[in-house]
DNA sequence: CTTGACTCCGTACCATGGTACGGAAGCTAT
DNA sequence: ATAGCTTCCGTACCATGGTACGGAGTCAAG
């Protein structure tokens, strides 16, 4: 897997070509030099397992709720002595996520009893707007 | 909290006016008739306790991790008989929650290690990438 | 040494869910 | 009856995270 070029880098990172650009423009991820380079444009550029690890880390930190933004800046801490900076960002992001698993775990409630009234009653409309009513 | 204008409506529901008319817009909220109308445009438009209630349903809607079009759906489907696809959806949604909600443990239990592991040593960076490594 | 696939790059376009602007008309308090 | 906040409406703009296009260059195989 190593010393791939860009098609095979986003292969094994699950997402598309233009994606790994897109990362690249955002700076998330690395531009190898152009190695060949013969003519003007120089060769092509060729990835290795940190890019690999890198551009997986993305997922997974997206995954985790950070934007790309707070990903760059993830990526940029993870090569600094800024602990501090690291740890904030962690828990600040563990906060939300208890938040949010307990917003869906609510909305997964309304939907079961949803799911429940619907199958109760054989007639009329199921009670949606209702299955929501209160939280 | 009955008869109130746009910007009852929408402090009630927590959002602002501009986002009323924009559900407004894509159909989701109701536009009640103009009263008063003594002049070419008519009247202000009132909002009452159904309104209020469609616009709640549509931001629990929206955390359960519906989209706005199936949330169009959703309001359609509680007038209408269709017990079928409203069970439908809703299960569809529940397990998409379920799947979701894996993912944001999963994750919370990566930035776990890393706040714990960043914790640890009190020199060099923090893990940052490696705390994501595996899942 | 040409063909065909892939790369590179800039730029344009997209979907989602809003948010803002600005003019005209409506309402309310003084 | 007039000032000053709202409402109404169309239209424009925004952020996020991509996705697509197209021309020029590169590379491996036949």
Redesign the pocket.
């Known amino acids: 897997m190593k010393n791939t070029?860009?098609?095979?880098l986003a292969k094994a990172g699950g997402?598309?070509?233009?994606?790994v650009?897109?990362y690249q423009?955002r700076g998330l991820l690395g531009?190898p030099e152009?190695?060949?380079?013969?003519?003007?444009?120089?060769?092509?550029?060729r990835y290795g397992e940190d890019d690999l690890r890198r551009l997986r880390f993305i997922r997974s930190a997206?995954t985790a709720g950070f934007?790309?933004?707070e990903i760059g800046e993830l990526l940029a801490l993870d090569a600094s002595e800024d602990r501090q900076r690291a740890q904030a960002l962690a828990k600040e992001r563990i906060a939300a996520l208890d938040a949010k698993i307990a917003e869906l775990e609510a909305a997964r409630k309304s939907l079961r009893r949803l799911a429940h009234d619907c199958a109760a009653n054989t007639s009329g409309p199921c009670p949606i707007i209702a299955a929501f009513d209160h939280g």
Chains 1, 2 share one sequence.
């Not at 997402?15 to 994606?19: H, L, P, R």
């Open positions: 070029t860009i098609a095979g997402v598309g070509v233009e994606t650009r897109y423009r531009m152009r190695s060949g380079g013969v003519g003007l444009g120089g060769g092509i550029r997206q934007t790309l933004d």
